[in-house]
Each structure stands twice: as structure tokens, then as C-alpha cells.
């Protein structure tokens, strides 16, 4: 039988600090949290092989950290270059980017699988840079999430 992951429960118990405490330094980057706690907390979570899960906090927080990027074509150094500098930005706010790729392939519909597989992922908001599907079409799949669609001009 696999052992379970550790969890936020085992970093406090570990660090001798409470599971808000934890909670405080891996969601909110440590505010109000003594220098002190922090550096226990987080050589706890390194020792024991904690992972923040960003999907389970985004649900609990009501609101995810986590961006989306779907691009059409990642060998394509302009599609290469726009997730460079999409990270980038991401990054700087304080966030995290998970990024899907449509297949060559297969684009119209491989775009909007990989918008739902973003979408499912919890994501705050999406960056749609393909050039394939119609923004009418991205727009009706994309309905609760915020979405700006890079890299072409369109009407939405």
C-alpha cells in the first residue's frame, strides 16, 4: 500500500505552529506569520515532501491563483516566446500558470478540449493565444471564467 501525501496537518504538527499558520505562509506568502514559524514550516514541508496543492486551495479560498494559457502550437518560437512572457507576467503577480498545448493536428477541437481542461483545473482566468477556432466558439465554451483571447484581433 502506497503511503498517503503529507499534508498541511503534518507540516504544523512537525513545525510545532497551528494548520492556519501553514495555511498562511503557503497561500498567502507568509503574512502575519513570525520569520521564526516560517522558517520551521517550511523546512518541515521540505523533510516530510509537502506539496502545496494550488487546486485545493483556489477551491477553499473561493478563488484559484492558478492562470490557464492555451496555445496552439508550442513548437512555434512565437508560441514559445508568448508562454515565456505570459509566465513572466503570471509570476509577478503572485500567481501560477498551467499551460495546455492543442495538437497540430487536430486544432479546432483540440482547442476547445484543452480550454475545458483548464477550465477544469479550477483556473482563476484563461489566455487563449490559437488562431484556429472563432472567438464566438472559444466565448461559448469559456462562460464563467474570465478570458482574454493573445496574439490576433477579434471583436470579444
Do not use: C
Not at 9 to 25: I, K, P
Not at 40 to 69: D, P, T
Amino acid at each position: 500500500m502506497m503511503a498517503r501525501p503529507p499534508t498541511m496537518e503534518d507540516v504544523a504538527r512537525a513545525a510545532g505552529v497551528s494548520r492556519s499558520t501553514v495555511s498562511r505562509v503557503f497561500q498567502n506568502g507568509g503574512e502575519r506569520v513570525s520569520p521564526d514559524a516560517m522558517i520551521k514550516i517550511h523546512e518541515a514541508a521540505k523533510r516530510l515532501g509537502y506539496v502545496h496543492n494550488l487546486v485545493a486551495s483556489g477551491l477553499a479560498m473561493r478563488r484559484g491563483r492558478q492562470l490557464g494559457l492555451l496555445v496552439r502550437d508550442a513548437t512555434n518560437p512565437a508560441y514559445g516566446h508568448l508562454h515565456a512572457e505570459v509566465n513572466r507576467a503570471v509570476e509577478a503577480a503572485g500567481r501560477t500558470l498551467i499551460s495546455v498545448t492543442a495538437f497540430r493536428h487536430d486544432y479546432g477541437t483540440a482547442e476547445v478540449e484543452g480550454l475545458n481542461r483548464l477550465i477544469g483545473q479550477r483556473v482563476a482566468g484563461v489566455f487563449v493565444g490559437t488562431g484556429v477556432t472563432a472567438a464566438e466558439d472559444l466565448v461559448e465554451t469559456v462562460t464563467a471564467t474570465p478570458m482574454m483571447i493573445v496574439g490576433r484581433p477579434n471583436e470579444h
